[in-house]
């Protein structure tokens, strides 16, 4: 009966892409560098969209060799999950590039303490930017937006949605 496992390990613990695999449930495999309770502690990529990129390629490959069927797999970049400020502004910035793999993406930016480094708003008053950050992830081929604001997030997608099918009509 379960539809979707979101795993912020991308199914890396024994067994769990055995638990998945022959089903006809999805899996969303996200991003993490390191561990829940040290991921924050100094993290260093070298490029990381390739590198996010390059990991999230290869854990859809593990499963669809363990036999969870491609259509089945999206993934996530992992904001804010063993990621700087600048990680994740160069991730939103290459999101598209994600997008490029070929699996639907889900992206959670909702409230992020990123939004408090730049704005310095407690997680009450992050709305307005939890918002830009929604538009912009759609922008550049999420999928699916992980929010906290469910309506006021539709509201904002549902403008992206006429703008995507308006300039799919006039060939923009």
């Known amino acids: 009966g379960v539809w979707m496992i979101n795993d912020v390990r991308a199914l890396r613990r024994p067994g769990a892409v055995e638990a998945v695999a022959g089903s006809e449930c999805r899996v969303c495999l996200m991003h993490m560098q390191g561990q829940p309770d040290s991921m924050q502690s100094g993290p260093e990529y070298e490029n990381v969209v390739a590198e996010v990129g390059a990991f999230l390629e290869q854990r859809a490959q593990a499963c669809i060799d363990a036999g969870i069927g491609a259509e089945h797999i999206w993934v996530d970049p992992g904001f804010g999950f063993g990621k700087t400020l600048e990680h994740n502004l160069q991730l939103l910035d290459g999101l598209s590039r994600l997008s490029e793999l070929g699996y639907p993406m889900l992206v959670g930016l909702s409230r ?8 310095d708003r407690p997680v009450h008053e ?27 997030t539709a509201d904002a997608m549902a403008m992206v949605v006429a703008l995507q099918g308006q300039m799919g009509e006039t060939g923009q």
Do not use: F, Q, Y
Not at 112 to 119: D, G, P, T, V
């Open 126 to 152: 992050r709305l307005p930017a939890s918002l830009a950050l929604a538009v912009l992830a759609a922008e550049r081929g999420a999928r699916i937006i992980r929010t906290h604001d469910v309506a006021e």
């Open 112 to 119: 992020k303490s990123m939004i408090e480094k730049i704005i």
